[in-house]
């Protein structure tokens, strides 16, 4: 049984032909899936019975199941989203003013291996598939009631859950190509983000197949820190890194880079670090969003205290780079950057496994 969920456009046409089905009515299906959030053939109305028939023989619309639902305290909602084997991975939905943003994972565990990262700390499973990423779109789309041509409520995605998007790179550009059809959920290039570590082929090959919002995790201003912190910046260093960024920005739907910047109580927070960061960005168009550090058990680190995270900013600020400070939210039900692998318990699955025991979750 093939999932249509795992199709973008062009994948779902191609596979309606062979089925000698013709390509408007993929583009039926299409809508129907991602438009109005229908899984059911039979609730298809326009597409004809011989067809729906058809369709039921051959393929199923199966999103991945959503395990639990979490409201926190400040309004972000935390679904984790079932991927086999009792295991899952986890999307964030963050209600603010003018905007409803989804956090959503592409990998299950994530091999980099960043030092501060509780993902990475649990080593690498599996790559997610495209029914798996668009899923949980798809899902939160339905649990927030957005379907059926309702307001939007959802109406950016940032990929900055658990997960190297870059290192999942067909299915992220599957999902991402779903996000942007005006068939399927229609948002704008310059609301959807992608996150990276800094995988400089994938961020050129990004740059040609679908350039959306870019955001990149800096988190030291040389490579002598970056290389502790990031282990990727060992193949990738900082000036590779920043000549792919301005690379990016010829075609970017955005005239800067994100650069995101997770704060360490004495690692990488000085006036100093500032200032190195100033010199290393100076030819790089960018924004900083500066993410106090969010502990979780068995890391060695500390967040940046409040001050220090605000000095921190202006210095940036002061040299003319636009800078925010992230909210923590979430950090109630474990949903906040960074801790998006729940609260695992036995530290040798953990170190082995790399996907989390839905179990072992803190509930
Ligand atoms: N793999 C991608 C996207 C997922 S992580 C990436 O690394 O960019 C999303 C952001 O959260 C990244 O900037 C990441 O470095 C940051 N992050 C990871 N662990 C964190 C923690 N414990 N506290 C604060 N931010 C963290
Ligand atoms: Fe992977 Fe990103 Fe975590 Fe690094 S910060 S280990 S790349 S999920």
Redesign the pocket.
């Known amino acids: 049984m093939q999932n249509l969920l795992d199709f973008d456009a062009d994948g779902l046409t191609a596979w309606f032909a062979e089925q000698g089905e013709k390509p408007f009515r993929a583009r039926q299906v299409l809508r129907w899936m991602h438009r109005s959030g229908v899984a059911d053939f039979d609730a298809m109305t326009d597409i004809a019975k011989s067809l729906r028939e058809k369709l039921k023989a051959r393929a199923v619309v199966a999103p991945p199941t959503v395990v639990s639902d979490k409201l926190s305290d400040d309004g972000a909602r935390k679904f984790l989203i079932g991927v086999g084997s009792g295991n899952a991975v986890e999307t964030v939905f963050i209600p603010e003013d003018d905007r409803g943003t989804l956090c959503i994972s592409t990998?299950a565990g994530?091999?980099?291996?960043?030092a501060?990262?509780?993902?990475?700390?649990q080593g690498f499973n599996r790559n997610l598939t495209v029914a798996e990423i668009i899923g949980q779109l798809w899902q939160a789309n339905n649990a927030l009631g957005a379907v059926h041509g309702d307001e939007r409520v959802i109406s950016n995605v940032v990929m900055m859950g658990?997960?190297?998007p870059l290192?999942n790179y067909d299915n992220t550009i599957a999902a991402l190509r779903l996000m942007l059809d005006d068939h399927a959920y229609g948002l704008s290039r310059r609301r959807v983000t992608v996150?990276?570590?800094g995988i400089v082929p994938a961020i050129d090959r990004l740059r040609e197949d679908c350039p959306v919002a870019l955001a990149v995790?800096l988190h030291a201003p040389n490579d002598a820190l970056r290389d502790e912190l990031?282990p990727?910046n060992q193949k990738y260093p900082l000036k590779s890194l920043m000549a792919a960024c301005l690379r990016y920005l010829e075609k970017a739907p955005r005239d800067f880079i994100t650069f995101e910047y997770t704060m360490m109580a004495g690692i990488n927070d000085s006036d100093a670090h500032a200032r190195e960061l100033l010199a290393l960005v100076r030819h790089v168009p960018c924004k900083f969003n500066l993410i106090p550090f969010n502990p979780f058990p068995g890391s060695p680190f500390r967040r940046s205290p409040a001050d220090r995270v605000r000095r921190f900013g202006e210095i940036l600020i002061q040299a003319g780079i636009v800078t925010t400070t992230r909210k923590t939210r979430g950090d109630d039900i474990d949903a906040a950057c960074?801790q998006l692998a729940g609260q695992v318990r036995d530290k040798t699955r953990r170190t082995a496994g790399g996907v989390i025991p839905i179990q072992e979750l803190r509930s």
Do not use: H, N, P, R
């Not at 994530?110 to 960043?114: E, K, N, P, T, V």
């Open positions: 990998q994530c091999a980099l291996d960043c501060f990262c509780s993902t990475g700390k658990m997960g190297e290192a996150s990276t570590s995790s990031v990727i960074g």
